[in-house]
């Protein structure tokens, strides 16, 4: 029974396979349609091996080729390839000349150019290789080399752009094919190139390169179409890579396997081959039968996945705008501007984090809430409403107020309110920002004062400059007439009056100077000790505690105090001036405090300036008295802000002439007061490391004669010339004078001369400066003094630099120009 029962089976196996053998050879051509036309699809490839490449025969080949190839022949797709550069096949993606391109990375700039397979083939990324004995290890090594890099190549532009980042100037040569590269780094003309990574793989062993640790720019690969057409082909291809990509043992992996993993060597055996020949046999004849059947199913199919492809590719754009959404408020709740919603009834809505702190409150105490709840004691609620009125009405509102918050004390801020509309277009109420703008503020408020002091400069400059030449005729006449009068002349009294009227003018001119930052043109090793011991037994100071006879001075002056570079006269008057201002904050009497210290510093913040390193001499002036306000504190150094009694205390240029002081000996100031201890004035100076001269000062006009020496006057004021000769003359030197410095430079060429004094402005012609390098071309070595009311700094030190002994500024006066002849001709 069990033998018959086989037979029995045997026999209707065989039955239904011969019939099964019948409908595969007759049923395709009785009952299948005509099938459609072959899609010609024109596909760009370039040499970017093992992705796409040509092969010796001038066959495409490479990861794309396969799997496309396995595409079209499910979808009956006929293949065009167009072989070319890389900057060729872009330029046919652009203008829609290719259908299909293989093995493009993807990026958010090329998105917009080119529409891109949803489905990634594979990631690769950018590797950099070198000749074999290069010590190329880093990044920072390719600083300044010559890099070799494939034209247009994503991996190009991500090197780049790594090494601008790193502040990197390297020579890219550009290259049309991954092969030349290699080339180029094997025959040494390159330091270094870029291929993928991939490329680099299979292709390293053909040259004689090595590879690097230096791995950057992960890019995605994919399929992309022109950004008008192509969309059918890209989701066809999406459909199979996803399929292929889920099964297991699929087209896609075997052809991944294939080209990145070395195959493994396996000799079939002779009995497996005669097995799987008649396997093969019987699958013949299932995939003949089933071939019509897949033909039909195939366009039934197409349809529901492009409808599923569509439908996912909704599902995409929604999360990605809800990922949009959430972006958006985590900026708003990390923000740190205080940002909250109100609706027309002016009860809050949302509010972020940074707002809640400002006010030290949770949410919940404040969504529901009127606005008035947390801005009461701000300012009225008048105010505020209309502000929020107008901002329902539809504008913008934008203004500046200083608010207080319980946590963060008197804050600047910048405030908008901004309508918001709902779906059907209706204001529904408005948001709220916030921006502490404290530190900005004050930052503008510095500028603007920076701006005011350099105008006020600029002026003061221009009038110290012809204040000064109109001063030398006070100064300079009243001194060689009383060396001419008798001791009993009744015109010596009047004469020493006008005298010292004109050099207290030339003070307050010299303050000007300060101001305009023109006034320290020559500095040497000077003892603060010294400069303050001098100002406090000087009239000036006896001056000042006569106004206040209930004010003493007490001093601390550490005794081996380091010497600084600077001027005595600018450092006194800054003395004078920081002295005055304390005596005048203690009407009712007190103390006024001066000590100086060696202090060294280590990133140090002084006043408004961090990061101070070095040695430095610190001058403390402290008072006792009223202290300056905050408000008052900010405009202390500005030009002509004083709340003291015109007059008697000057003109308001103290502290600015301190401040410009301060700085034009490279010092830093700070300044600390209030209402209990008074103010205190620290002045922090640089240690030279010069030591202070030793000298004598000479005084009277035969102290300063000459022996005959001859001198060159040169300056464009007639005045100025005849008085510096009458001066140089009673002095008993023999003294020519030229109005230019191209009649001095024509005088040179046929008289020398023991010295030359130049004034520095001489406008329109040469200033100082120019003919002094002109005299040394003729006369090397000849010996100058610079003489100006009005200095251009960078000027005058170019001057001293190349040889011109002393700066003698105006007005003359007869010791100034008699001592500084007199040792520049002892040199």
């Known amino acids: 029974m069990t033998l018959y029962k086989h037979m029995k089976l045997y026999y209707e196996i065989s039955v239904r396979a011969a019939s099964l053998f019948l409908l595969a050879g007759f049923f395709p051509l009785l009952f299948t349609p005509v099938a459609d036309a072959a899609k010609t699809v024109r596909v760009g490839v370039y040499d970017n091996k093992p992705l796409v490449f040509i092969d010796k025969n001038g066959k495409p080949k490479g990861i794309f080729i396969d799997l496309l190839e396995h595409v079209a022949s499910e979808e009956e797709w006929d293949l065009e390839y167009v072989p070319g550069p890389w900057p060729d096949c872009l330029d046919r993606l652009d203008s829609g000349d290719i259908d299909i391109m293989t093995a493009i990375a993807y990026s958010e700039a090329r998105e917009k150019k080119y529409n891109f397979t949803y489905e990634t083939v594979i990631t690769n990324w950018g590797q950099v290789y070198v000749p074999k004995k290069s010590e190329i290890t880093s990044v920072l090594d390719l ?100 399929r292929m990509q889920i099964e297991k043992e699929s087209f896609y992996s075997k052809t991944i396997n294939n080209w990145l993993m070395a195959p493994a060597v396996w000799i079939m055996p002779a009995a497996l081959k005669y097995i799987l020949a008649g396997v093969g046999l019987i699958l013949i004849l299932f995939v003949t039968m089933n071939v019509t059947l897949r033909i039909k199913v195939k366009k039934r199919t197409r349809e529901l996945f492009s409808a599923n492809l569509k439908m996912k590719a909704e599902v995409e754009t929604r999360k990605k705008a809800e990922e949009e959404l959430i972006k958006y408020e985590r900026i708003v709740a990390t923000s740190t501007d205080h940002m909250a919603m109100i609706d027309l009834n002016y009860s809050y809505q949302a509010v972020n984090d940074a707002a809640l702190i400002a006010v030290g409150k949770n949410r919940e105490e404040v969504i529901g809430e009127k606005i008035w709840t947390l801005i009461n004691g701000v300012f009225s609620r008048k105010t505020h409403k209309q502000r929020l009125d107008r901002a329902f009405s539809g504008q913008v509102v934008n203004y500046r107020t200083w608010m207080e918050f319980p946590y963060l004390g008197r804050r600047y801020m910048d405030v908008v309110y901004t309508p918001y509309r709902q779906s059907d277009n209706k204001i529904a109420g408005c948001v709220i920002n916030l921006r502490d703008i404290t530190e900005r503020h004050e930052l503008e408020l510095k500028l603007e004062n920076a701006k005011k002091m350099e105008f006020m400069g600029t002026i003061a400059g221009g009038v110290a400059h012809d204040l000064n030449n109109i001063l030398t005729g006070i100064v300079s006449y009243p001194e060689l007439l009383l060396m001419q009068l008798p001791e009993d002349s009744p015109l010596i009294q009047p004469i020493e009056t006008i005298k010292k009227s004109g050099e207290k003018a030339a003070v307050v001119v010299q303050d000007l100077l300060t101001l305009a930052r023109r006034g320290v043109a020559n500095k040497q090793p000077v003892a603060l000790n010294h400069i303050i011991s001098h100002f406090l037994s000087s009239p000036e100071c006896k001056k000042i505690l006569s106004f206040h006879p209930h004010v003493h001075i007490k001093t601390d002056l550490f005794e081996r105090v380091k010497p600084i570079s600077g001027s005595s006269v600018h450092l006194s008057k800054t003395v004078m001036n920081l002295v005055s201002n304390a005596a005048e904050a203690m009407p009712n009497g007190g103390e006024i405090k001066i000590a100086t210290r060696n202090i060294h510093l280590e990133n140090a913040t002084i006043g408004n300036t961090g990061g101070i390193d070095g040695d430095y001499v610190r001058l403390e002036i402290r008072d006792s008295g009223m202290g300056i306000s905050q408000k008052d504190l900010d405009k202390i150094f500005e030009p002509f802000y004083t709340k003291k009694v015109m007059g008697r205390s000057g003109t308001g240029l103290g502290l600015t002439v301190v401040w410009g002081t301060v700085m034009d000996h490279y010092g830093h100031i700070d300044v600390k007061s209030d209402a209990h201890s008074g103010s205190a004035f620290n002045l922090y100076f640089p240690v030279s490391n010069e030591a202070v001269p030793l000298f004598t000062h000479e005084t009277g006009a035969k102290k300063y004669s000459g022996k005959g020496e001859t001198i060159l006057v040169v300056d464009d004021v007639k005045e100025q010339r005849d008085i510096a000769a009458a001066i140089l003359t009673e002095l008993k030197y023999v003294v020519t004078a030229v109005s230019s410095g191209e009649a001095a430079i024509s005088y040179i060429k046929q008289q020398s001369v023991d010295l030359v004094i130049l004034d520095m402005l001489m406008p329109p012609g040469m200033d100082g400066l120019t003919t002094y390098e002109e005299i040394l071309k003729l006369c090397p070595g000849q010996k100058a003094i610079i003489a100006s009311g009005f200095a251009e700094t960078d000027r005058v030190k170019k001057a001293l630099n190349m040889g011109v002994g002393q700066f003698i500024k105006k007005p003359y006066t007869i010791a100034d120009v008699g001592l500084s002849v007199k040792n520049e001709l002892r040199k």
């Open 143 to 242: 600083a300044s080399k010559k890099i070799a890099v494939k034209m247009e190549d994503i991996h190009f532009l991500g090197l780049r752009e790594l090494t601008s980042k790193f502040n990197m100037e390297c020579r890219f040569i550009e290259a049309d094919r991954y092969d030349t590269v290699f080339e180029l780094i094997e025959a040494g003309r390159v330091h270094a190139g870029v291929v993928n990574r991939l490329f680099g793989v299979r292709n390293q062993p053909n040259f004689l390169v090595k590879e690097t640790p230096i791995m950057f720019n992960p890019i995605e690969v994919r399929f992309a179409a022109p950004k008008k057409t192509g969309l059918e082909y890209l989701s066809t291809i999406d459909i199979h890579l996803r």
